[in-house]
């Protein structure tokens, strides 16, 4: 079958990747993809909320399913779209319809969910312009630090933490009153604290069944020590050697059950991947956040574990049949560290020309912000690959990862060199 994913980073590079491997795969598409998907498939120069375009690629390419990457086509209603076009309705898409992406579209919506369906999470108020004083108020009734969250996709910015209560407050006004993060900050969620070491568990679901998927743990800091500012995630590693199986087990029936009978049960089709944001406090997972989607670096370490044929996994999404899919999963520890662009994730130069990529070995290589120029591979975006390997443990895996790393060059390039110190 001809397949379409929609995306540009290296978590489409991975999918894409794994995609190449099953027998079922006639061609591949990746819109707009990277160097590297260009190297595997065909890229198309269509952004992943131009509807009308993938509309059209779908019936030019004769394209049979739609594998979503990013959250902003699922949160604008992509997978609506194609059920709401009598052309389209036939095409299998993996990824929820808009509802559902409200979970992560919305902390608001997310944090009521779960609620509703008593899934532990940090006590929370929100508020808006209107009750702004209250919001003062609720901070002053808290302990520090103060955690505030833009309800809406703010691109990763959107939850400061604060220990300053002034500074708190100011936060709260100019998120409300002064739209520092535009619409996305009309409402805020005010939350305790959570005081614990976080990880991320995926779960593929059909609606109806679900598989868990290996745990990651990502970093999302730039600097090491988990210092300076977030970005979207300097590495991961997979499984997370906390995550035992009285954890696991934990998970299992507080947090990845519930979720999927509350959504079930508040009529929210989801046929698709969720990646919820835990934190261990206690000995206890508590969610942070709801992602409609695969994490990014995350699945660079997530998706290389599974043994499966995923076309196989994606037509028993579709088909609703995911319980007769045996998940069987690589035992070993998979790692990534991401080469990223001197300066980001504040400002950083492009067109930067990438080599070594030939001295690579007993390592993945997955494109992030690359592009093709001249026949050359350039650096065109702050993450821009992701080098993953295989090892007994996280310092085998790390090890592997780190040594292939370094052969890769391009102008001002930098990474992380303490990943896993924390474990
Ligand atoms: P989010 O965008 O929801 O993933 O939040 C970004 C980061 O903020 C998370 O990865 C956590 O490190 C941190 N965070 C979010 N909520 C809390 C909380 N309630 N307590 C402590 N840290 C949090
Ligand atoms: N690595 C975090 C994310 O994909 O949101």
């Known amino acids: ?19 190449k491997q099953s027998k079922k795969l006639s061609q591949l598409f990746v819109a707009p993809g ?25 019936g030019t390419h004769n394209i049979q399913m739609v594998i979503v990457g990013p959250e902003d086509p699922l949160v604008h209603g992509i997978h609506d779209f194609f059920l ?19 979970l ?8 009521e969910f779960m609620m509703r369906h008593k899934i532990p999470t940090a006590a929370y108020e929100s508020f808006t312009a209107e009750s702004l004083e209250k919001g003062c108020l609720f901070l002053e009734g808290l302990k520090p630090p103060y955690v505030l969250k833009a309800d809406g996709l703010a691109a990763g910015k959107g939850v400061v933490i604060l220990t300053d209560l002034q500074e708190a407050k100011n936060e709260l006004k100019s998120m409300l009153v002064d739209a520092k993060f ?10 305790e604290f959570l005081d614990g070491i976080e990880l991320s568990v995926f779960v593929l679901t059909d609606g109806k069944n679900y598989k868990v998927l290996p745990t990651a ?36 029936d507080q947090v990845v059950k519930p979720t999927v009978e509350g959504l079930k049960k508040d009529n929210l089709p989801y046929k698709g991947f969720i990646f919820i944001g835990l934190i261990k406090v206690d000995n206890q997972p508590k969610v942070i956040e709801y992602n409609v989607r695969l994490g990014d670096p995350e699945t660079e370490v997530v998706i290389p574990r599974i043994k499966n044929d995923l076309v196989d996994v994606f037509l028993a999404v579709a088909n609703g049949t995911l319980d007769t899919i045996d998940l069987a999963l690589d035992e070993r520890t998979a790692t990534t560290v991401m080469a990223v662009s001197g300066g980001y994730p504040e400002a950083y ?3 930067k020309e990438i080599t ?18 001249d026949g050359k591979i350039v650096t065109s975006g702050g993450r821009v690959l992701a080098v993953t390997a295989f090892g007994a443990d996280h310092k085998e895996a790390l090890k592997k990862s780190y040594d292939n790393i370094a052969k890769l060059h391009f102008d001002h390039m930098y990474y992380r060199k303490d990943l896993g110190f924390d474990l």
Request: proline share 3%; net charge negative; charged share 20%.
């Open 356 to 373: 070594g990529f030939s001295e690579v070995k007993d390592a993945l290589v997955f494109h992030a912000g690359t592009t093709l120029s």
């Open 84 to 102: 709401n076009d009598a052309e389209l309705k036939a095409i299998p898409v993996i990824g929820p319809q808009k509802a559902a992406a409200t």
């Open 104 to 111: 992560e579209g919305s902390k608001d919506f997310a944090k």
């Open 182 to 191: 535009g619409t996305a900050s009309t409402t805020v969620v005010i939350e």
């Open 349 to 351: 130069g492009k067109g």
């Open 34 to 58: 990277n160097a590297g998907t260009a190297a595997i498939a065909t890229n198309l120069e269509i952004g992943v909320t131009d509807f009308a375009a993938i509309k059209k690629a779908v």
């Open 217 to 252: 743990k990502d970093y999302k800091r730039i600097g090491e020590g988990d210092t300076g500012l977030n970005t979207g995630g300097m590495g991961a590693i997979s499984p997370v050697p906390f995550a035992d199986d009285e954890f696991m087990n934990k998970i299992h």
């Open 1 to 19: 079958m001809n397949i379409l994913i929609l995306g540009a980073g290296g978590r489409e590079h991975t999918l894409a990747w794994k995609l």
